[in-house]
């Protein structure tokens, strides 16, 4: 069974341009999850889809958007991009409460 | 809002001890998951161990046990006979049983390594 997958794995942009960051879940889960993993701050919750609605977000301004579409992939996009927006993003697919399965993650970088 | 406190950045122990990492949580909700994750180098997240709120019974995975103190709020990792492939970061992680597949909550991470 293939894992969740994100692509790219890292990412170049400058500051105020837009990135779109990728992930597919394993078959068969419908909910995905989106974390940045900045530097000592943690994980932090961006957003939550499940069935193709956003259920939740984290406290993230509005230029962090997504959408998941009718096969559950996602994607996440970050506008207006800013220097602190450089992080390990991860994502996350699950179909119960007992366990989220991570992809490898995107970089990104700012500059 | 729910919070995870992990006070310890860093710790260290020799291949083959046993060392213990500290997590604390606050919640006033009675249904929840706790959860340990790995963060190797490679940055995949893997699952170590999960502890559901309402088993009392501390949860074991092999050489992985915690100790589950659900008055105190507390969720501590025990790796016994430490490995090299043990050093990684570690994440304790809350998730609520209300709501269907919410978010897991993160501490901030232990840092450990294993010194041969």
């Known amino acids: 069974e293939a894992g969740v997958t994100q692509s790219p794995t890292h990412l170049i942009k400058t500051r105020g341009q837009q990135a779109t960051l990728r992930c597919s879940p394993i078959?068969?889960?419908?909910?995905v999850y989106w974390y940045q993993q900045a530097l000592g701050l943690g994980l932090q919750f961006l957003l939550w889809y499940d069935e193709g609605e956003e259920r939740n977000r984290g406290n993230f301004p509005p230029r962090f958007s997504g959408r998941q579409f009718p096969n559950y992939s996602s994607e996440l996009n970050v506008n207006a991009l800013e220097l602190e927006d450089s992080a390990l993003y991860l994502c996350a697919s699950s179909w119960t409460v007992y366990e989220q399965y991570f992809g490898p993650g995107t970089r990104l970088t700012v500059t | 809002a729910q919070t995870v406190t992990q006070s310890q950045p860093e710790m260290s122990v020799q291949e083959a001890e046993t060392v213990t990492l500290s997590c604390t949580y606050d919640?006033?909700?009675?249904?929840?998951?706790l959860f340990w994750y790995k963060q190797p180098p490679s940055r995949q997240m893997i699952l170590v161990i999960r502890q559901e709120a309402y088993k009392q019974q501390n949860a074991t995975e092999n050489r992985f046990s915690v100790n589950f103190q659900k008055a105190a709020k507390s969720f501590s990792l025990k790796i016994s006979d430490s490995q090299l492939g043990d050093a990684a970061m570690y994440f304790c992680a809350y998730r609520s049983g209300l709501g269907g597949n919410t978010p897991l909550v993160f501490g901030k991470g232990t840092r450990l390594s294993v010194i041969a």
């Open positions: 919640t006033s909700e009675s249904d929840y998951y």
């Open positions: 078959s068969g889960h419908t909910s």
